[in-house]
């Protein structure tokens, strides 16, 4: 395999999103539509990457230059069409031989095999290979035209299409592959004269037939080249994702209640023998592993959790969640780096932030580790077997011995020994008869309001 690059378009204005962040960077199942698209460049193995944005997009090119290297960013300015974008990207290619997909920055469910098939076409001699799918309403998408082979002949812009090709059904999604060289040569032959008054990517199929070269197309569902000009496509995009992979996901034996009602994220990790109840959401950055059971209505982001874990409901997971086999997290339960060994447990109404716990420690209802002073955050460490009482702070910096109790209802301020039990709390004082002679009192007063 030759050395591989991506050229992803996304300098366009994305003014239907009506919104202050620019559109590439709305996220789909909890990752920027444009980081799809990266992400799907170095699956497919493009040693480089370079995105084509707009001066006005400033938060693009942060984006881009973050993520990958300023040298990644190329400026389209101004925007002349998707022909002269991919040339905008080219001078960055200079002295690059490979073969080069043109992607585009707001269509992230493409999966790398289609891409692959297009590149395989370019290994089997094609000069350019398209993406294509059969549209349910080819509207405004580039018809497909193909001669008798099957072989590609020509891609027509809707708006010039004659009603024949506007019959056509087969779709263009955008997604190109061609050599460096290729592209660059037809590129730069491509004009500005159609009805937009624009330089077309899509012209370069014309140009290579009338040289004689062979043009190919690969067909995909529809599905896959989901396009987001608009909230409601993002909630399209969202929706065919969730579905695709609770499928997935079921179908790897992960039992799900009542999948369209579980949000899952693009890197969601869940093994096989793990039910998901109803109502749960995912962050990114969490794996579960098998025979864990997650109950409803939680909320998880960035955290491991382990084998044969009882999570929720109503559980709070939170990044750095670290949870060892048979940990049990219960209702209204929140975690933020917080290690939990073996067999720990933390059942009801706590906060446990920047936090070890041994194993098989048991952190009482209520529990709070109070980790932050308004300036910086401090670890709490709560040994094996320890037991804390309920209704306890334990205030950051401290340490909780092995297997040692904390008397419910303590505010905890200095370490405590290992099977120590430390209570810091007033005593309870009893006055033996106090309620009897207070009822008396109070009854006595009521009795002689009421006779006036
Ligand atoms: C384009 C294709 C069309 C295809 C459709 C699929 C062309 C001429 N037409 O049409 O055949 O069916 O996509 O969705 O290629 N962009 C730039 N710079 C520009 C213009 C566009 O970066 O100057 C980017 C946009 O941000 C977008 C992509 O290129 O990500 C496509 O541009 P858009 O204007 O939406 O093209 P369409 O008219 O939809
Ligand atoms: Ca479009």
Not at 36 to 63: F, M, Q, Y
Not at 183 to 205: F, H, I, M, P, Q
Request: proline content about 5%.
């Amino acid at each position: 395999m030759g050395e591989r690059a991506a050229i992803i378009l996304a300098a366009g204005q994305g003014t239907r999103m009506k919104s202050a962040r620019p559109k590439v960077l709305h996220p789909v199942a909890g990752r920027p539509m444009l980081d799809w698209s990266i992400a799907l460049a170095e699956t497919v193995g493009c040693s480089r990457i370079l995105v084509v944005t707009s001066p006005n997009a400033p938060a693009v090119s942060d984006h881009v230059a973050a993520r990958l290297g300023p040298g990644n960013v190329a400026i389209q300015d101004p925007p002349l069409g998707t022909g002269h974008a991919v040339r905008c990207a080219l001078p960055a290619l200079a002295g690059f031989e490979g073969d080069v997909v043109v992607l585009y920055g707001d269509t992230p469910l493409i999966p790398a095999d289609a891409v692959e098939r297009l590149f395989q076409a370019l290994a089997e001699g094609h000069a350019l290979g398209v993406l294509g799918f059969d549209a349910i309403e080819p509207g405004g998408y580039g018809r497909l035209v193909t001669g008798p082979e099957g072989g590609l002949e020509a891609i027509v812009e809707a708006r010039e299409a004659s009603p024949e090709e506007q019959a056509l059904t087969l779709c263009n999604s955008g997604v190109m592959a061609g050599s460096a060289s290729t592209l660059s040569t037809l590129l730069s032959r491509v004009t500005n004269a159609n009805t937009k008054g624009e330089y077309y990517l899509t012209d370069a199929v014309g140009l290579a037939r009338a040289d004689g070269q062979a043009c190919a197309v690969a067909i995909c569902s529809e599905a896959d080249v989901l396009g987001v000009n608009s909230r409601v496509e993002l909630a399209a995009a969202e929706a065919a994702f969730q579905t695709a992979r609770r499928q997935v996901l079921m179908q790897n034996g992960v039992t799900l209640q009542a999948p369209e009602t579980v949000m899952l994220c693009h890197d969601t990790e869940i093994a096989a023998d793990v039910t998901i109840e109803p109502h749960v959401v995912f962050g990114p950055g969490v794996t579960i592993q098998s025979g864990t059971v997650i109950r409803a209505f939680s909320h998880i982001e960035g955290a491991r959790i382990g084998p044969d874990c009882d999570i929720g409901p109503y559980a709070r997971l939170r990044p750095g969640a670290e949870l060892e086999a048979r940990v049990k997290i219960g209702n209204f339960v929140e975690l933020k780096k917080t290690h939990m060994a073996e067999g720990a447990k933390a059942n009801h109404l706590s906060y446990l932030g920047d936090g070890r716990v041994g194993p098989a420690a048991n952190i009482g209802a209520g529990t709070i580790f109070c980790n932050y002073d308004g300036y910086a955050k401090h670890v709490t460490e709560v040994g094996a077997g320890a037991f804390i009482g309920s209704n306890s702070a334990l205030v950051a910096p401290v340490r909780i011995g092995d297997g040692a109790y904390v008397g419910s209802g303590s505010v905890i301020t200095r370490d405590v020994a290992d099977n120590a039990l430390a209570v810091a709390r007033a005593r309870p004082v009893e006055r033996a008869g106090w309620a009897t002679a207070f009822r008396a009192r109070m009854s006595a007063l009521l009795a002689g309001k009421g006779k006036q």
